[in-house]
């Protein structure tokens, strides 16, 4: 009950500071917008978000349209016509990214069998993601462009082989041959033969095909902001020290175990609102810009168990870092650095799949890095309670440390 | 003159409690490091060329017993980029991606060769861990690109087939006649699928444009990556300027400063001073650890570095002014200031997200991105040091800066109350 009365204390304490409510519940939501990469998709709603690709088409034949008309179709990319000079000019001074160049002679070259070029013509620091998807693009409607050609060599070859075999000359006509290319690459168009199906696993907590940034991007934001409570926890310790009112509490008839776990519950009980907040911005929140939502994953409560140890084991390091920092510069400034920085080595900022190569085992020893797996794993993987147990109990165990050395070295006088 | 002098001594006086404030330091020297150094490793292992760069985990199975399959199969375990397991089923190699231990699963499915040889679509399965997506894009675009093969010889060997089986002849051929024209078929697959290799019958040349001359992508990055950091962080020192002024509001020390014969223009001069050369020390240590570190791109105009970076120190300094006349707190300075740092650097690009600022990047993000001093402090370095531009080409971006300087400073002495 005393545990309580000191948590509603500094709960309300908390409730006054506007600036911490600030840093605590809209920093985050800043954060999933913009750092998501999900800030260029706001307001887009229908609008066309494909890369838009200018074209200097400089042939204006009929495989030209074909390719035009199959890179618009690929998705992906938005075809916009300009002329060669101009878009090379706009390269130059670094205002236009890549342009594609089709040469005059093109469709001629195509309908005639022979060898054909179109050019892709990139500025030097164009972004390589998107060179990279325009480029998979147009090798795709490329190669679709090209079938019919191939097929059609190829059944004049076997043609060529097959003169002087009886009844060759009726049946390897050029007529046929082309007849035959034209059926297959009709079929092709709109049924390949080979066709490539991503999706994924049945269990997600994701039912889209698709898979979004900010779908990764919430878990890892949220369990930023989780362990940033704890410098709020360690704040609120240093100013009561500082104020002198601790002393008066050490002079209440509560126990110093019970007096720090009164410390440690306003700063869980803000970590599970923080959540709550992150989580009904990523829900609902990032629909109303436009946004595909997030989901809690196919087990919320097993997601809502995951934050309550996440938020247990950042208060736990904020008794931690209240007993081992001296000063509010400590407090502030120090702490701010190791937080941020376990959080950039925990995955929460840099993808876990980037990290685990180059840094090896050691985002294993920092508690950010389970709480990331914990929460990827029930919120974007749909995973239950028994796939999560072992980070559940390594961050179980960080908690045990954190408050175990905190009331070591807690300087309570 | 004693105005400067006045203004000299403030700064100095606010240097010194700077360099008392550890955290602060701290904040504005260490935080920033690790975060720009943690994502330099990262591209640069991403950027090795040699084949070690960083791999792709992906699980393959092959449930096709014909030759396309070990076709597919060999052709994805030869991509570099990919460190393939052979998993024995496909609910496996889908639980192993559900558990987040590898990015994708690429499902052959049973009967895929009878199925291309019987000209009957068939799908290849990717299944991709909705945790990891930049990877996972990665595995369903290479694949897009490796079943193509497969697919020409599916559908020049059912064209050969569809041609002949008009021929009566044909059904009437004796068996040496059938082993023949099949060998002739083989031949024929066979040569189509050279030719294309060879020469394409399209082909899609990448070329970059000469006229501009960059440095090697990995050192561009870099530049680039650094170049947003120190933006960033530059801007992070405006919570400690706005809360600083405020502190000496609260704590009295401002009366006492307006009290004694200091011009009040002195006073606010002298704290933007201050943060100007800790805005330049900033940038010298993170570009010096950049260089030291990764070899980063300093351009060719060390006078444009400076100028820039002044022009940059001196809007932020100016925007914590403003941020301090217009907060009712230390701590509200404090936190406006802070979230209005991650917001306009995010806005800004500071993070890089491509290889170019958004500043160039079209559209919305591009018109947001030049309203704020974060988009065109990025855009001058970018220019300096990415694309090795002089001073000249980079004076309009620093110029912008001063004139965001003076619109803060303008905003920040017209609200700042003294008393």
Known sequence: MKILSIAWKDLQVLLRDRGAILELFLLPLVFVVVYSGAVGAIGQGDKDERIALKVADLDGGADAQSLLAGIDRAGGVRVELIAEAEGLAQIDQAKLARMLVIPQGFSEAVAGGRPAEVRLVSHPN???????????????????????????????????????QPGAE?????????????????????EPLVHVAQRVPAQAGTSQVEVGMTDAAVPGFTVLFLFLTAQAAARSVYEEKKAGSFRRLLAAPVSRMGMLLGKMLPAFVTGLCQAAVIFAFGIWGLRLLGLPGVTLGAHPWVTVLVVAVVALCSSALGILIAAVAHTENQIGGLSSVILWGLGTLGGCIIPLFVLEPLLGPVPKVIPHYWANRALLDTMVRGLGLADVGVALAVLAGFALLFFAVGVWRFDFE | MRAIKHALAIAWKELQLLSKDRGGLAVLFLLPLIVATTMGAANRAGARSDGEGILVNTCLVNQDAGIFGEQIAAAVESIPVLEVTRVPSAAEAEDIVARGEAVAAIVIPAGLSDQIHAYTPVQVEVIVDPGQPDAASI???????????VAI?????????????????????????LRAIEAQSLGTIMATLEQMRRTPAI????????QVVVQGGFERYM?????????????????TSARSLRMEKETGTLRRLVAAPIPRGSVIAGTMLAYVVLGALQTGFLFLVGRLLFKMSLGNSAIGLLVHTLALSLAAAAMGVMIAALARSARQADSVALILGFVMGGLGGCIAMGMSPLTRSGGALQTLALLTPQGHGVEGFYRLMVEGSSLLRALPESAILVGFAAVFFLVGTWRFKYE
């Open chain 1, 170 to 190: 009726e049946i390897w006509t050029v007529e046929r041959a082309q007849a035959q290319a034209r059926a297959q690459f009709a079929r092709a168009e709109g």
């Open chain 2, 139 to 149: 595995v369903t675009g290479i694949m897009n690109q490796v079943v193509d093969q």
């Open chain 2, 153 to 177: 010889w599916g559908e020049v060997s059912y064209g050969i087939r569809a041609m002949l089986s008009q021929s009566e002849v044909l059904a009437q051929a004796e068996p040496n006649t």
């Open chain 1, 126 to 164: 164009a972004g390589p993601e998107q060179s990279e998807a325009v480029r998979l693009v147009l090798e795709g409607v490329v190669s679709d462009l090209s079938l019919e050609a191939q097929i059609l060599s190829a059944l004049e070859r076997m043609g060529e082989m097959q003169a002087g």
């Open chain 2, 203 to 210: 082909t899609v040349a990448s070329e970059t444009d000469e």
């Open chain 2, 223 to 239: 530049a680039f990556g650094f170049a947003g950091m120190v933006v960033m962080f530059i801007f992070f020192g405006v919570t």
